[in-house]
């Protein structure tokens, strides 16, 4: 029974892999080195702030936030801004109130609004929901593997725009994006296989970021492979605000139950001498 169930979990993974490979997503994703990877990583706090700063000033223009309630932005473990700055923040951006129904600022207790005007999805969640790439439809073994997720991902998209290969027809919609993996493809960039030609897909958002598209008060670098890194931080930090607690609390569960074997290993040394070499201590 367990050999039947082995071999089809084997045969079931081998089909799974076979198709993503059949959709012919060989698009590279970059292994970039994250401070909140490992054991002991903590996201960077001026970081998060510059990806704030990205997220404010361009992507919120298309995409919503709304499980993020503004006052994370205050978390010490988050982007950490200062009480009167998270409400002046969250004070540029208008909510409907739940109660009268009238729209108004909003204060650090409501969310980030939803924004779906453009047809872009929420950015919320979006770093866990792409941990296992490529694209939507990736297994995640690069995740378990390597400790490649959500934030390489998007980093990567977000850098992944090339020059439309000469094989797509002219007028083909979407932009030509090396990394995405689920938008559409011209039968023209395929073989007789079936099998993709150029790595990627045709994706529905405009090239979002090219480089110095922000300027940092601190006048950190705002070359395309640092804002992208910067972003992806950030969408990760929203996602998961609270992954320092959770690898803290990780750490000390795996210290104290490292003791308790210990002692467990010596009380039961203990218990079962007289047993074992037959004499009493007591
Ligand atoms: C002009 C509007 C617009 C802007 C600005 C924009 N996006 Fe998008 N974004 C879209 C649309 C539309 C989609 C859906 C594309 C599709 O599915 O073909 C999308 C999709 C995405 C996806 C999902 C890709 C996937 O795997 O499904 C991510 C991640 C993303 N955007 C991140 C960002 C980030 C980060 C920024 C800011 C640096 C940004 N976007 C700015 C319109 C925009």
């Known amino acids: 029974m367990i050999r039947k169930l082995t071999l089809t979990a084997i045969a079931t993974l081998g089909l799974m892999a076979g198709g993503a490979q059949a959709s012919g997503t060989t698009a590279h994703v970059e292994d970039f080195q994250f401070s909140f990877e490992g054991p002991f990583g903590s996201y960077d706090q001026n970081q998060l702030q510059r990806g704030l700063k990205i997220f404010t000033e361009v992507c919120s223009a298309c995409h919503g936030m709304k499980y993020l309630p503004f006052r994370s932005l205050g978390d010490e473990t988050g982007p950490g801004l200062p009480e009167d700055q998270v409400r002046a923040y969250a004070a540029n951006f ?10 108004r600022p909003a ?4 969310k980030f609004p939803a924004n779906t005007g453009a047809g872009a999805p929420d950015l919320s969640l ?22 490649m997720g959500g934030p390489e991902y998007i980093a990567s998209l977000l850098s992944g725009y090339h020059e439309t290969p000469e094989c797509a027809p002219e007028g083909f919609p979407g932009y030509y994006n090396a990394v995405f993996a689920a938008g559409g493809f011209p039968e023209e960039c395929k073989d007789e296989h079936g099998n993709h030609t150029v790595p990627g897909s045709w994706i529905g958002m405009t090239p979002p970021l090219s480089g110095e598209d922000v300027e940092f008060d601190d006048g950190h670098s705002n070359e395309l492979h640092h804002e992208v890194q910067d972003v992806a931080a950030f969408l990760m930090w929203a996602a998961e605000p609270k992954m320092m607690q959770r690898k803290t609390a990780g750490l000390t569960g795996v210290i104290f139950l490292t003791v308790l074997a210990v002692l467990l290993y010596l009380t039961n040394k203990r218990i079962w001498a007289p047993v074992k070499y037959g004499r009493k201590d007591d």
């Open 107 to 110: 204060t650090p207790a409501d």
């Open 126 to 147: 979006m770093a866990k929901g792409r941990a296992g790439f490529h694209g939507p439809i990736g297994l995640g073994i690069n995740q378990i593997v390597k400790g």
């Open 94 to 103: 208008e909510v409907t109130d739940a109660v009268t129904g009238e729209d």
